[in-house]
């Protein structure tokens, strides 16, 4: 049992299946999807990475993306604390440096893409703390993580059983 | 209006082209391609994905103009407008393109598999995947409409 330490006295709802195994039906996406994952990566500090892709999995309820980006970020070396506070960034700014949290904004502005446009001050101060590459590449990961999250929810992947570095 | 940056890693647009591309592939409907990448564009307000979108599925009548008027009011348009099959997929475009709001509802997923078997629902899935990325890839950048480099 990997999803939870306390079993003795609860019940737990049964897990469910996945609706889709869909890399099985679709091998040409899964491969193209890696190349683009590994692309966007590169250029974006991973510590930074993890909190950019926590965020966007809690914005989209991505169980299975949740499961394994909060695992990852905890081996890497992460806080508790700043996973714990993470979706309430705005209330825990001190746990964040500002570049962090512009980042986390910018996160959230793009996820957030069928409420509006992505604000000008949004853009602006991401754009104070990264130059023109690093901000091509931050924007890059967002879509990304965005777009994992749109295959585990629809597909209804398992969380649970992900170990760090899995797909690493 | 001009863009606030152009710039995009080449292994980034390589790798999301050939996903879109063997995506669209796998679905093997050219039409409801189209409408599906326009629904999606409407609902992340990206006008460059519109612009070019429109124009592709107007491009040898792909897709009937009147879809194209009645699209974001696919609902209330007629059967003889949307048929079961591309409502099914329209009703699937917009809860995976809406996941901030919550889930993809059982029923809508149930309904759009029973008209796309296992692959080519993998398919659709990967296309809406697809749209969205590029979506939010040039609603950020803000790229214009028109624009030939993005």
């Not at chain 1, 193209?32 to 500090?45: C, N, P």
């Not at chain 1, 999995?57 to 993470?86: I, P, W, Y």
């Not at chain 1, 996160?107 to 590459?133: C, M, N, Q, S």
């Amino acid at each position: 049992m990997t999803t939870h330490t306390d079993t003795a006295t609860h019940s737990f709802a049964p897990e469910r299946a996945p609706r889709l195994e869909w890399s099985r039906h679709a091998p040409e996406v899964w491969k193209a999807m890696l190349r683009l994952s590994k692309a966007a990566s590169e250029g974006v500090d991973p510590g930074l990475q993890h909190l950019v892709n926590i965020r966007a999995s809690q914005l989209n309820h991505c169980a299975f993306c949740l499961d394994m980006h909060t695992k990852d970020a905890l081996a890497a070396g992460e806080s508790v604390e700043r996973v714990v506070q993470l979706s309430a960034w705005d209330e825990s700014r001190h746990f964040y440096t500002e570049r962090e949290l512009a980042a986390i904004e910018l996160t959230e502005a793009i996820t957030v893409l069928t409420d509006g446009f992505v604000p000008d001050e949004v853009y602006e101060t991401a754009a104070k703390h990264f130059d023109e590459a690093e901000l091509a590449h931050l924007i890059a990961a967002i879509t990304v993580i965005n777009a994992w999250n749109r295959f585990g929810v629809t597909c209804r992947l398992t969380p649970g059983h992900y170990t760090p570095g899995q797909y690493a | 209006m001009t863009a606030r940056t152009t710039r995009l890693d080449d292994g980034v647009r390589g790798a999301l082209r050939a996903m879109g591309a063997a995506a669209g592939k796998g679905l093997g409907d050219p039409g409801l391609a189209e409408l599906v990448q326009i629904r999606a564009s409407q609902l992340n307000h990206c006008a460059f994905c519109l612009d070019m979108h429109l124009a592709l599925a107007r491009k040898g009548g792909v897709v009937r103009e009147a879809q194209l008027g009645l699209l974001s009011a696919w609902e209330e348009a007629g059967d003889d407008v949307f048929d079961a099959r591309e409502r099914a997929a329209l009703e699937l475009t917009e809860s995976v393109t809406l996941l901030t709001e919550g889930f993809v509802p059982d029923e809508v997923y149930e309904r759009a598999a029973a008209h796309f078997d296992a692959a080519r629902l993998a398919h659709l899935v990967a296309l809406i995947a697809a749209i969205n990325s590029w979506n939010r890839l040039m609603v950020a950048r803000r790229i214009p409409p028109g624009a030939t480099d993005w």
